[in-house]
């Protein structure tokens, strides 16, 4: 997912804006590793043993397909951003900003669409792995992960979907300059932004394309879910189990 970022941060020279990366790496990436840690073991032992071939092809499918998945919804994401009115005519452009400012390169549309679709599947990538096939408790016995992913998903889910608000405004996603979010229609804020360093002044998406766009990252989630339970862990792979079994090195003694 990271390469997925840059690559998009590189292309339309934008950054997914510092608070943000504290969300992923403080609170998505380390929140999730910890509570996925505390997964039980299964009450019998496996007929099969685990992997232990990094590059195997149980890996490569879990890790492969994930990531294929994540960048195909990514780049169609910017798809339908090029496709939406309110965003033609409204593009970002370096000419038109100061690049000086770094950490202000997220006031953008471009950035908002790269980060709540990524957000969305780093928490997503870090629930997939919990399923543990034969070898551990149920996923959904998990009740620490049940806890951490659910806050993560209610928490990006607001920030997507609300309108400009503090929490929002402190990710500066959906949210603009004050003056701005005023004239278009919404509350002044009573707490401090800095200035958007956009020409437009905003980067509020229009309340029908959040939900269309809340839709579509939970149609991400799921697509990954589904791939994780039918394909690396369910009956696709006990298919190609039976038709084509891993030959083992058979050691004389």
């Not at 790496?25 to 043993?49: C, E, F, H, Q, V």
Request: charged share 15%; aromatic share 16%; glycine share 8%.
């Amino acid at each position: 997912m990271s390469g997925m970022v840059k690559m998009a941060s590189f292309y339309f020279a934008i950054s997914l804006t510092e608070n943000l990366w504290l969300l992923i790496d403080g609170a998505i990436a380390t929140g999730l590793m910890l509570s996925i840690s505390l997964s039980g073991p299964a009450k019998r032992l496996a007929k099969y043993r685990p992997t232990s071939r990094i590059l195997g092809p149980q890996m490569l499918a879990s890790v492969g397909g994930i990531v294929f998945l994540n960048w195909l919804f990514s780049a169609m994401a910017y798809v339908w951003l090029f496709q939406q009115d309110w965003f033609r005519c409204n593009e970002h452009a370096t000419a038109e900003v100061d690049v000086t400012k770094w950490w202000l390169l997220g006031d953008n549309y471009e950035s908002s669409i790269l980060s709540f679709v990524s957000t969305f599947q780093f928490i997503t990538n870090g629930f997939v792995v919990n399923y543990g096939y034969l070898y551990r408790a149920r996923w959904y016995k998990n009740y620490a992960l049940l806890v951490v992913w659910g806050f993560l998903m209610v928490f990006t889910s607001y920030m997507l979907l609300a309108d400009p608000n503090r929490v929002g405004c402190a990710f500066r996603l959906n949210c603009g300059t004050a003056s701005v979010i005023e004239s278009l229609g919404y509350k002044k804020p009573n707490w401090s932004i800095e200035p958007y360093n956009s020409h437009l002044g905003h980067n509020i998406i229009p309340l029908a394309s959040r939900y269309k766009l809340w839709g579509y990252c939970l149609g991400n989630m799921v697509a990954a879910n589904l791939w994780q339970l039918f394909v690396v862990n369910g009956p696709v792979r006990n298919m190609l189990r039976n038709k084509k079994p891993l030959e083992r090195l058979r050691v004389k003694l």
